[in-house]
């Protein structure tokens, strides 16, 4: 099993730009978080989809983002328009129950200049 | 609310050990270990569930007293590869993951030769 994958690793933006991060979760696991990691804030929930539904997306900071999985193998993290605070690394990750061990992927580290 | 854990940094010399606290003030049904090196995705350890059942994964073991709402990881005659910085996660009940599940602020444990 490869993993979950996650894609660019690196981008580096422009404010005001768009930015979207894709995700492979692993096959089988019915559930995807996608979680934000800096030095102040830690990790943090942002969203969470249940069979592709999005179950709890509280943790979204503004209208900004959005996020969506179209199928149980495929999943985005869109930021529009993008903001230097939203510098980050954003990990996927997935798992076959909701409160079990996480798969996270390599994660994607985001510079908003 | 995020669980506290101490201490916040460490440093041992290999073959030394180790004992990492998470602490909540709110009852807990579950709590998570997690690592995560340096530039990598946090790594699932083990979990813990209500009851107090000690765990073990390779010489890193849990203990979770559910009356203190307290986790204990204990790393023992530590290894190079054990360097990085823990989380624990803890969890408040089986429903509505992302209000009942948080990680903490982590521990960073450096191990030298």
């Not at chain 1, 696991?29 to 102040?40: E, G, K, S």
Request: aromatic fraction near 12%.
């Amino acid at each position: 099993d490869a993993g979950v994958i996650q894609s660019p690793r690196h981008e580096v933006t422009e404010m005001g730009q768009e930015v979207t991060l894709r995700c492979k979760p692993i096959s089988g696991h019915d559930y995807l978080f996608w979680y934000r990691q800096t030095m102040m804030r830690g990790l943090e929930l942002l969203i969470y989809f249940n069979n592709n539904v999005p179950i709890d997306d509280s943790g979204m900071p503004e209208d900004r983002f959005s996020a969506k999985m179209p199928n149980a193998s495929f999943s985005t993290l869109k930021i529009q328009p993008s903001e230097p605070r939203d510098s980050a690394v954003y990990f996927c990750a997935s798992s076959w129950e909701a409160f079990y061990g996480y798969t996270f992927g390599s994660g994607t580290r985001l510079t908003v200049v | 609310q995020q669980p506290v854990q101490s201490p916040q940094a460490v440093i041992l010399r290999e073959g030394e050990d180790a004992v990492i606290n998470c602490s909540s003030s709110k009852a807990l049904y579950s709590v998570h270990w997690y690592r995560q090196k340096h530039g990598e995705a946090p790594v699932f350890l083990m979990i813990l569930l209500k009851g107090g059942e000690q765990k073990g994964h390779e010489k890193i073991s849990a203990s979770f007293n559910e009356k203190k709402q307290q986790s204990s990881l204990y790393l023992t005659a530590s290894q190079l590869s054990y360097s990085g910085t823990y989380f624990c996660g803890t969890e408040r009940g089986r429903d509505n993951y992302g209000q009942n599940f948080v990680f903490g602020p982590g521990t960073r444990l450096s191990v030298l030769p």
